[in-house]
């Protein structure tokens, strides 16, 4: 059965511009979480998505937005990109949060903002 | 702010068990502990977790104290691919939300 797939892997892209990564689950799963990680900071909450709602939103800046569509895929958007977003962004996904389910994350896409 | 704490580093020989603990004082009724381990540049791998019993898979064992405040994830024969940051996280009740420390960084020596 397939994993949590994440694309693109990598991308680069300039100052001011905005991005949108998308997060396939595993067939099943309902709930889509996102997280950022970078040297300084370490693995981040980002945000939780469960049937199409948010559920949870991390600290993060308003430029940080994300959605769930109703096949449960989901996809995040930064705009206004700045050279800290420069961040391996994971997606993780399980059947349902807060039940004590597996939560599988993705390799993850890495956007290096120049 | 993580809830657990862990070492910062560990060292193990190759083929022994390697125990890696954490501590989760804070921990309540309807939270679980979860194990992941990340190797560099990939996403985190999962491993284990439980609740209050002790719970093993192929990968690993996990140990939690009878009063649920600490816990021992037990690789039982440490590889060279095992080397890896092991990450010990405390769920907050009714979330997927995983709020990360620095985990253990730990090194399966040859």
């Known amino acids: 059965k397939a994993g949590v797939t994440q694309t693109p892997r990598y991308l680069i892209k300039t100052r001011g511009q905005q991005v949108t990564l998308s997060c396939s689950p595993i067939?099943?799963?309902?709930?889509v979480s996102w997280y950022q990680q970078t040297p300084g900071q370490g693995l981040q909450f980002l945000f939780e998505?469960?049937?199409?709602?948010?559920?949870n939103k991390g600290n993060f800046p308003g430029r940080f937005s994300g959605r769930q569509f109703s096949n449960s895929r989901s996809e995040m958007n930064v705009s206004t990109l700045e050279l800290g977003d420069s961040a391996l962004y994971l997606c993780?996904?399980?059947?349902?949060?807060?039940?004590?389910?597996?939560?599988?994350f993705g390799e993850g896409s890495w956007l290096t903002v120049v | 702010d993580a809830k657990t704490t862990q070492p910062p580093s560990m060292d193990c020989a190759e083929g022994r068990a390697a125990n890696l603990p954490c501590n989760h004082s804070?921990?309540?009724?309807?939270?679980?502990v979860y194990w992941y381990r990340q190797i560099h540049s990939q996403g985190p791998q999962y491993i284990i977790h439980?609740?209050?019993n002790n719970e093993t898979n192929e990968m690993a064992s996990l140990i939690i104290t009878e009063d649920r405040k600490s816990s021992t994830l037990i690789l039982p024969h440490a590889t060279l691919r095992d080397t890896a940051v092991y990450y010990c996280i405390q769920t907050q009740g009714g979330s997927e939300k995983l709020v990360f420390g620095k985990g253990t960084k730990l090194t399966v020596n040859p």
């Open positions: 804070t921990i309540s009724g309807n939270e679980y």
């Open positions: 998505y469960f049937s199409e709602t948010q559920r």
């Open positions: 439980g609740l209050k």
């Open positions: 993780a996904s399980s059947l349902s949060p807060g039940a004590g389910n597996t939560i599988y």
């Open positions: 067939s099943g799963h309902r709930s």
